[in-house]
């Protein structure tokens, strides 16, 4: 399960590498998060051996358990919704958690930033989330929101850095595009309203059946 985890990881680098030359970008400028959710240490351990430090996951209580027992250089991104009453044990749990991407309230914005400062971690890198799709399902501030919820964060939240956007498209692919037109379209008023060049504004988007297209 390893080898062929390793095997797919390799495939979907080469092909992020491949759409970025397409769309005149730098390959390096496009970084591959490893959705390691549900899977055992064991296949991670074999893409982290690949050469891969970049993990995502969803559930605090099974990112606790695998970063304990995992190499400390990893790269942990905490992608999944986040209640403000289990930040703490995230960010005590998981001493190299590189980033949350999913802060989509003022709320939990403010429970990260106290949390961070109460243990005395650096500033934590975070992703503002946006619902592009307006799925009631989805997590995510609407688009409309973006701009203040992002400002808060960068000007209100000392422990944090504002570092981007996420949003997790509709599982219907042909309107995928709108949704990352939409988080593009967020970056730019986020940016212009922040001062920031929009490079210094990172998008989280696609998964595996629409990476290329993001």
Aim: proline share 4%.
């Amino acid at each position: 399960a390893a080898e062929g985890a390793a095997a797919a990881l390799r495939s979907v680098l080469s092909r992020a590498q491949q759409a970025a030359a397409r769309s005149g970008r730098a390959p390096e400028s496009v970084r591959v998060v490893a959705v390691s959710k549900t899977k055992p240490v064991g296949v991670i351990r074999g893409v982290y051996d690949a050469g891969h430090r970049c993990f995502g996951e969803n559930y605090v209580q099974e990112l606790i358990d695998k970063a304990s027992q995992l190499p400390e250089d990893i790269e942990w991104h905490f992608i999944g919704n986040l209640q403000s009453n289990k930040a703490r044990a995230l960010l005590a749990g998981v001493p190299n958690l590189d980033m949350v991407e999913s802060v989509d309230d003022q709320k939990i914005a403010n429970r990260l930033d106290r949390v961070v400062a109460d243990l005395g971690r650096k500033p934590l890198k975070v992703l503002v989330q946006v619902n592009t799709s307006g799925e009631e399902s989805k997590f995510g501030v609407d688009p409309s929101g973006c701009v203040e919820l992002a400002k808060h964060v960068k000007l209100g939240c000392p422990n944090l850095v504002f570092s981007g956007l996420m949003t997790i498209g509709m599982l219907d692919y042909s309107s995928t595009p709108e949704n990352f037109k939409a988080l593009a379209n967020c970056r730019k008023e986020v940016c212009k309203e922040l001062g920031i060049p929009e490079e210094q504004c990172e998008l989280s988007m696609g998964m595996s059946a629409d990476f290329e297209q993001a």
